[in-house]
């Protein structure tokens, strides 16, 4: 009864005869049921197809059907189901082959000839010599830990990039532990790691993990990171193998925009400690996804008539644009994730809940101001 209401408001917004409702009902129903309908950020009981409705019937009669042709045509929705797929591959797809190539270099054997490097000593010790870190919490490690066993070992897996003085400890006592007892290493006990994995899930612009201040000092979570890791007083200088670690930066989700900017700016910025960056992820956001500032489409003409500045806050202004229409950055995005719609996505897309208008996927921030 609920559905059939909101197809009914919907069609009443839209101006619908019996024939537009029987031609589009089919593609809703799938929409809603396949994936719109699992956004964590509705509210209690809304649902895909009454916050359409809601959210067409804030615009002009003329402009709610060209909003329409937009979400069918252009959004992208990634769902959990999506996302634990990324993250389910990360390691077997992307991780893994860079340690196989490492391993063949150094055993002097053909890349080609994997299962009798991967059945080698030499690639277990390597494995095992690999520290992986999250990012941030979208990072999922609990699905990362458990979509690797038993290849990758818990005790070489982690939350957070943040450690402490004791879980550094603890961890190359692990390292070391285990080391010693694989069985036919050839080796001595490993007590330091020869490749960090950096872990998250979605960039668009790369910025919160590398940025420069007008100042030219580096900023953001990787900047941090490298710092620390190449500061000798520092816990986290001590997992670092001394001849240097080979540093993995791994997105389950990114634009080609902020992959490119993090190997711009790693190759600019050499780290003493650092012998190799890779950045890469999972599923590439091709650049033509953008719905550009300048561009001329129909859909345009809404992003700029629809706008309530209230979302520029400090935190959007560090994107260094004159307001939040087209998301952080002007990164322009079509995209929503399916536990939070990101800031540079559309801003008429995630518009907060109190926002004249308020978006078709509400945003929650993650930052709130104190008044």
């Not at 309908?37 to 059907?65: I, K, V």
């Not at 961890?171 to 007892?181: D, Q, R, W």
């Not at 953001?220 to 240097?244: Q, S, T, W, Y």
């Amino acid at each position: 009864m609920k559905e059939f209401l909101a197809e009914k408001l919907l069609a009443k917004v839209l101006a619908w005869e019996p024939s537009d409702v029987a031609k589009e009902r089919p593609l809703l129903q799938a929409m809603a049921l396949l994936k719109y309908d699992a956004y964590e950020q509705f509210s209690p009981g809304l649902r895909f197809l009454e916050s359409l409705a809601l959210w067409l019937n804030q615009f002009e009669q003329a402009d709610r059907a060209v909003a329409y042709r937009f979400i069918k045509a252009s959004l992208v929705l990634c769902s959990a189901e999506e996302m634990d797929h990324l993250v389910e591959t990360a390691y077997q797809d992307h991780v893994r082959p860079i340690l196989i190539t490492k391993s063949a270099a150094e055993q002097k054997v053909n890349a080609r000839h994997v299962g009798r490097i991967v059945a080698s000593d030499a690639f277990r010790m390597l494995q095992r010599e690999t520290l992986f870190l999250g990012l941030s919490d979208g990072a999922r490690i609990d699905t990362f830990r458990r979509a690797n066993q038993p290849e990758l070992n818990h005790e070489q897996i982690w939350q957070t990039h943040e450690l402490s003085d004791e879980r550094v400890k603890e961890l190359i006592e692990k390292l070391s532990s285990h080391t010693s007892a694989m069985a036919g290493a050839k080796t001595e006990a490993a007590t330091t790691f020869r490749s960090i994995v950096l872990l998250d899930d979605f960039s668009a612009s790369g910025s919160s993990y590398y940025a420069t201040k007008d100042n030219g000092t580096p900023t953001g979570k990787v900047a941090k990171f490298l710092r620390a890791i190449a500061d000798k007083n520092n816990a986290l200088h001590k997992l670092c193998e001394p001849g240097g670690v080979d540093l993995i930066i791994l997105i389950y989700m990114a634009t080609e925009h902020a992959i490119g900017h993090l190997r711009k700016s790693l190759a600019a910025n050499p780290i003493p400690g650092v012998n190799r960056f890779h950045i890469d992820t999972v599923q590439s956001v091709p650049a033509r996804l953008k719905v550009p500032r300048d561009g001329q489409a129909e859909f345009t003409k809404l992003i700029e008539k629809y706008y309530d500045d209230s979302v520029f806050d400090i935190h959007m202004q560090k994107g260094k644009t004159k307001d939040a229409k087209y998301g952080y950055a002007d990164c322009g995005l079509p995209i929503v994730l399916h536990h939070n719609t990101p800031n540079n996505s559309i801003a008429i897309l995630w518009f907060y809940e109190h926002c004249v208008p308020r978006g078709l996927f509400p945003r929650v921030q993650r930052h709130t101001e104190m008044s």
